[in-house]
């Protein structure tokens, strides 16, 4: 099965960047039709997509974070966060998920991904 590790986190003020990477491990020859997304879960909070690349590097956000947030598939297994003007609504623990045959909006759905990694946390303060 797919394994997937986040890294990049940290604490950071209001209006600093940060970029997450998720690299991917064991997958099989399949892999060229997953797409990759970034999800966050802040506390106490449902899990959300925050952005989705299909495997055409197609890409998706979520509408709040658009402009602010980049995502980008910079080698095979490995997908990047760029976060821009980072705000205290921002802390979260940030997911890398993956799977096949996921196009459009269900690349931002929580519920269709079967492989995730262990999440970073990024904790923003004023």
């Known amino acids: 099965q797919v394994q997937l590790k986040e890294s990049g986190g940290g604490s950071v003020q209001a209006g600093d960047s940060l970029r997450l990477s998720c690299t991917a491990s064991?997958?099989?020859?399949?892999?060229?039709?997953?797409?990759m997304a970034w999800f966050r879960q802040a506390e106490g909070k449902e899990r959300e997509g925050v952005a989705s690349?299909?495997?055409?590097?197609?890409t998706h956000y979520a509408d709040s974070l658009k402009g602010r947030f980049t995502i980008s598939k910079i080698a095979v297994n490995t997908l990047n966060l760029q976060m821009n003007n980072l705000q205290p609504d921002d802390t979260a623990t940030y997911y890398c998920?993956?799977?096949?045959?996921?196009?459009?909006?269900?690349?931002?759905?929580?519920?269709?991904?079967?492989?995730w990694g262990q999440g970073t946390r990024v904790t923003v303060t004023d």
């Open positions: 064991k997958y099989t020859n399949t892999w060229s039709t997953y797409s």
């Open positions: 690349v299909e495997p055409d590097g197609t």
């Open positions: 998920a993956a799977d096949w045959g996921l196009y459009g909006t269900l690349s931002l759905q929580t519920s269709r991904y079967n492989n």
